[in-house]
Structures are given as C-alpha cells and as structure tokens.
C-alpha cells in the first residue's frame, strides 16, 4: 500500500438529492441509490485534503483530533479495499483529514470528505478505475460525495432500479460561467436532523414524496439546459423550484422536518426583494438553516452587502465555482 493525499471540493445541489431507494434483494445493501438524480455546483476554496497511509493500526484524524469511533470510515476503507478484488485483509490505515470549511457553519462536509476519502484510498491501495466507477464507491460513502469528484457543474444520475447507471459526470467545467454562490450564515452549530434520518421519514410519511420523486427529472433537464445557455433567471427558477418541493417534503412529514429558522425566511424574502430591485440572485438551501444564494458574479458582492444587513445574518461567504478533485501519490 501507497501514502497519498487527495483535495476534493465541497459542492451544493442546484437540483436536489433527498430519498433513498430500498435495498435491491439480492444486492450489498450499503448502495445508497438516491431515488433521485441531481445537479451540482463545485465551489471553491471549501474542500477537505486528506492523507491515507499504512499504519501499524486503523486510526482517524479529523481536523487534528483523534476520533476512535469512526466506523462509516473503516467502512468505507474496507469497501474500496474489496473493490480490489485481493483476498488479503485490508491493510491497517491511517487516514488524516482537514476539513476546509466555514468554521462550525453546520455546512455539510461528506460531499468533499467522502470524496476525497475515496480518491486517496483508491491511490493507496492500487485501485485504478475510471472516475465514472469512484463516483459509484464516493456515493457508496455519501451520496453528495459522488459529485464532488469534479469541479464546475455535475450531475449525479438516478440510473436504473438495480443501480445500473447510477454514477456522477461532469457536464460543464469550473470556467464554463461565471457565478457566485453566496453562503448566508444564519446559525451556529450542527443541524437538528442528520440527512438520512430526514430522507427516511419523509419517504414513510410524507404525501408529497412521490411527486418529489416524479417531477425530478424535469427539474434536472430544465437546469442542465439553462447551464448551457448561462441563463440565470431559468437556472434560479427551476434552483427555487428544486429547493422549494424537497422542504415541502419535508414539511409534510410526521413528524414534520423543518430545518429553517426566522433568519432563514427573512434572508429568503431579502434575496426576492433585491431581485425585484434588479440585483438578480436565486436561494437555495439543504438539510441545515442557512441560505446559498446563486448570482453573477458582477452582482455578488453588492448583493452580500445587503443580506449581510439582514438582522441575525452572521456571516455571508462569496465562493466561486471550484476545481476537479485531484489526488497524488505519497510515497
Ligand atoms: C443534496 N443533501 O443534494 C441534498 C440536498 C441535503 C439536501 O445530499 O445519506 O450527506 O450520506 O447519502 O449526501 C445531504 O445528504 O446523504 C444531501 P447520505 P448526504 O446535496
């Protein structure tokens, strides 16, 4: 085995994943097939580097600290060691990463962890395949990682009922337009309802589930072809559109899953403001309370001046679109 390091970059979902498949009978059932494809933006600066080197024991280094429990981890270790195909044991791993993200912003930091955990193992342990099959081993660890294997714009397909085609690609590079994605901080701390758990409640209870599932590929069509035609104003439309149906979902759950607080809203209701004003921007946000709001970049920076006016508003990060993941040999 190999020591290696591999950087991957967070990204966020213009066109979201939230659902789970059930396991196929017959099938390993840790292949977190999302029951819906997605749509990404790569961003820059916010990434996680990770070292992966033999050692004489399993150990995991977040951020500088020892965690002795880490089994999605190990887990993780050992499906990409099968992968290999070898029959030995798996060699007893260190693995050290660095979280590079907006410190203690609730931001999910799987995408580019699990991302670049894949990447460096792979490396370490000899396992060459073509990208297109590391998105299907990230997806294994995270399903948001799968897209973070590339920079720009990528799209994380559904695929068939059994897996087959269900893997990330890249539709559009880092330079292709020129956008900003603005980060609104609206609180501090770890979300109330991990993902998973949320994507599991909606699919039992919520009645809105099924037109979730039914009206995505749409949803995905339309975005991908507004990306190539740089139009924002269908870009933030279906963005919205996305967004808007999953917290639905959500909301009709039982129990309902509300992720939003007050600040949430008013940053929401700021962005539709400025845009009636003619500083175009278009929101998004995920599994926590804060808000992503997308613009040109010429807008970014007077548009984040005014939401950081907003009452309660910590902070608000400008991030570009960011680079394909990258790894390299060690030693
Ligand atoms: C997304 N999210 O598309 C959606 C939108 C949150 C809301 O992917 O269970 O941590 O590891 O496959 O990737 C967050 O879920 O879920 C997520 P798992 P993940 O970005």
Redesign the pocket.
């Known amino acids: 085995m190999k020591s290696t390091r591999a950087v991957a970059h967070s990204n966020i979902?213009l066109v979201?994943?939230?659902g789970k498949r059930e396991a196929v009978p017959g099938q390993p059932d840790d292949l977190?097939l999302p029951a819906v494809g997605?749509l990404s933006f790569t961003l820059d600066r916010l990434r996680s580097d990770t070292l992966v080197a033999p050692d004489p024991r399993d150990s995991f280094i977040l951020n500088g600290e020892h965690h002795a429990d880490a089994p999605k981890i190990f887990r993780h270790l050992d499906r990409i060691w099968r992968a290999t195909g070898r029959a030995a044991p798996r060699p007893t791993t260190r693995v050290s990463s660095t979280n590079f993200l907006p410190t203690a912003a609730g931001l999910?930091s799987?995408?580019s962890g699990f991302a670049a955990l894949t990447l460096a193992a792979a490396a370490a342990y000899g396992l060459d395949l073509p990208n297109k099959d590391l998105s299907v081993l990230a997806r294994r660890g995270?399903?948001?990682?799968a897209r973070s294997l590339w920079g720009g714009f990528v799209r994380q397909h559904r695929g068939g009922d059994g897996g087959d085609g269900c893997y990330a690609e890249p539709l559009f590079p880092q330079d292709h337009w020129d956008l900003r994605l603005l980060i609104v901080h609206t609180a501090r701390g770890p979300k109330s309802i991990s993902?998973?758990e949320g994507m599991q409640r909606c699919r039992a209870t919520s009645p809105y589930y099924q037109p979730w599932l039914d009206t995505s590929e749409a949803d995905l069509a339309a975005a991908e072809a507004a990306i190539a035609a740089r139009d924002l104003s269908a870009l933030g439309a279906v963005m919205e559109r996305s967004c808007f149906k999953?917290h639905a979902c959500m909301l009709a759950s039982a129990p309902p899953i509300l992720y939003w607080n007050g600040r949430t809203l008013d940053v929401i209701r700021a962005v539709w403001a400025a845009r009636e004003a003619g500083l175009p921007g278009f929101v998004t946000s995920?599994?926590g309370p804060h808000v992503k709001v997308l613009t040109l970049a010429d807008h970014a920076e007077p548009l984040a001046a005014q939401l950081r006016d907003v009452p309660g508003v910590f902070e608000v990060d400008v991030v570009a679109a960011g680079p394909d993941a990258h790894v390299e040999i060690l030693a």
Do not use: F, I, L
């Not at 995270?142 to 990682?145: E, Q, V, Y």
């Open positions: 979902a979201k994943y939230w977190n997605s999910a799987s995408a995270s399903g948001s990682a993902s998973t999953m995920d599994a």
